[in-house]
């Protein structure tokens, strides 16, 4: 298999991680995906689009909620696999005609994963297949903003609307719970809304208590510097991956954050989503989020500090893929 149209996974430099290895040969990169892998499809009624999950990520998120998912191979579960672009496409002139897409009105076509970026080539290919029979087929991305700004420019291009995730502002913060820098994720989110606003369906934070509170202010000041109208939505964090244990933000920590963000000057801030009786982080507890995360990446089995993943000798076989989560006890 070596169509010409993921010609740039020969040779793989679509991320900041630059790994330049040959991904249709064998060769893994920080990501440690080949061929563009499908875990699956479906029809959501909620965006009325026929969403496509794509396997793999550039990131080791801590909180990551698709893990086995995002870690694949190394989560060691089985999914779909690689489906060639015009069985994709096939696929969603399909469903888009079944009677319960009639009914929903799902006529849109969404790129989810793990990371889709990651996947650019294979994301482009199938889309101008479909636009073929529907010219103004509307396109979602849900993305990490982790991607070379080649990347992100042909991102943009594909797509109708971004959801766009920043995790932390801080660099050694985001290192730390992702794995990689925030720069190049902050550069794409100012790049993308200072040249294509009408793209962005969303800017949006996981908030979790003691890791990333004190982030929040930070990202809405960074978003209102470029235009106060930017939309930005906090998401409370449920328990998942390395923070198993951890507590979820209760509503009124959510409230605080809007408010603040608004006090800031950001115009469009909303939540969703908050753990009943969660956790109100205030005072001292705020200051120590870097130490929170890295004892549970310690936990977990990443000693790496600070902690990298592209530069880190471990990335082949990294130790904090926890395949159970619940056997990763608080420290
Ligand atoms: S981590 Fe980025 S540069 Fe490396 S192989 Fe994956 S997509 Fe390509
Ligand atoms: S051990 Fe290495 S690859 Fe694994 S999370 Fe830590 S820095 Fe990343």
């Not at 790994?19 to 040969?25: A, F, G, I, P, S």
């Not at 799902?106 to 970026?117: D, H, I, Q, R, V």
């Amino acid at each position: 298999m070596n169509p010409e149209y993921l010609k740039d996974l020969k040779n793989c430099h679509l991320c900041p991680w630059d790994c330049r290895v040959n991904r249709l040969e064998g060769e893994r990169g920080v990501c440690r995906v080949g061929l563009p892998e499908v875990a699956y499809t479906g029809l959501t009624q909620v965006l009325k689009t026929f969403a496509v999950t794509l396997l793999g990520c550039s990131f080791k998120c801590i909180y990551c909620n698709a893990y086995r998912l995002s870690q694949y191979p190394d989560s060691g579960w089985i999914y779909r696999g690689y489906v060639e672009p015009d069985d994709l496409a096939w696929e969603a002139l399909e469903a888009f005609e079944t009677p319960f897409a009639r009914k929903i009105g799902a006529k849109k076509l969404s790129f989810t994963g793990g990371e889709p970026s990651i996947h650019t080539p294979y994301l482009e290919e199938t889309v101008n297949i479909l636009r073929q029979d529907i010219p103004d087929l509307e396109v979602g991305l849900a993305t990490n903003g982790f991607c070379t700004p080649n990347t992100m420019k042909r991102l943009e291009k594909l797509s109708t609307y971004i959801n766009f995730e920043i995790k932390a502002f801080d660099s050694k913060l985001h290192h730390a719970i992702t794995g990689a820098s925030s720069q190049p994720v902050l550069e794409n989110a100012r790049w993308l809304a200072l040249n294509h606003p009408e793209k962005i369906r969303v800017f949006r934070t996981v908030v979790i208590p003691g890791i990333n509170d004190l982030e929040i202010p930070k990202i809405a000041s960074f978003l209102k510097d470029i235009d106060p109208t930017l939309p930005y939505r906090l998401v409370g964090f449920r328990p998942h991956f390395l923070l198993y244990y951890h507590p979820g933000p209760s509503r009124n920590l959510m409230h605080n954050l809007v408010k603040e963000c608004k006090n800031l000057g950001l115009e469009k801030v909303d939540y969703s989503g908050y753990t009943p009786g969660g956790t109100l982080m205030v005072g001292s507890s705020f200051k120590n989020e870097l130490k929170n995360t890295y004892q549970l990446l310690n936990q977990a089995g990443c000693y790496r500090r600070p902690r990298s993943c592209g530069q880190c000798p471990e990335n082949k076989h990294c130790p904090a893929i926890v395949l159970e989560p619940w056997t990763n006890l608080p420290p």
